[in-house]
């Protein structure tokens, strides 16, 4: 069975996100981003490095042959199609799977209080117990309907 992801539109928040990113990050104010200033970005925007060969790719197809670097226009059309292409669930999978450390398919509260334990030493048990009731009452809403 093949699966397609869908594109969807990205928002004018998005696109606000993207040039500001772009403007942070171009470094000497030349009005497009260099190798290092475009890898920068797409950290900033995505939360990872990107490879060699990405990065490559990334800025042949988003520089035009007379610029150095990809200009804030292109710069703009390549990562909103890079964030329209994203799964919106993917950061979902991945924080469940961050709790989920015994791969049960389902969370338990000590799955919960280790996890808060680990990154959030310093918070108290009842807000962690409070998350966790929240959270479970929203998947049972979500399962009845």
Known sequence: MTSFKTEREISDADRKKIETVFHQSDLGRKGYLSREDFKVAVVMLFGYKPSKSETDMLMESGSYKEWPGVPLN????????????????????????????????????????????????HLPERTVLEAFRSLSMRCERTIQH
């Open 74 to 121: 292109q710069f703009t059309s390549l990562m909103g199609r890079k964030m329209s292409a994203e799964d919106p669930y993917e950061k979902m999978r991945q924080i469940f799977s961050a709790f989920d450390v015994h791969c049960r398919g389902f969370l338990k509260l000590e799955d919960f209080k280790s996890a808060f334990k680990r990154v959030a030493p």
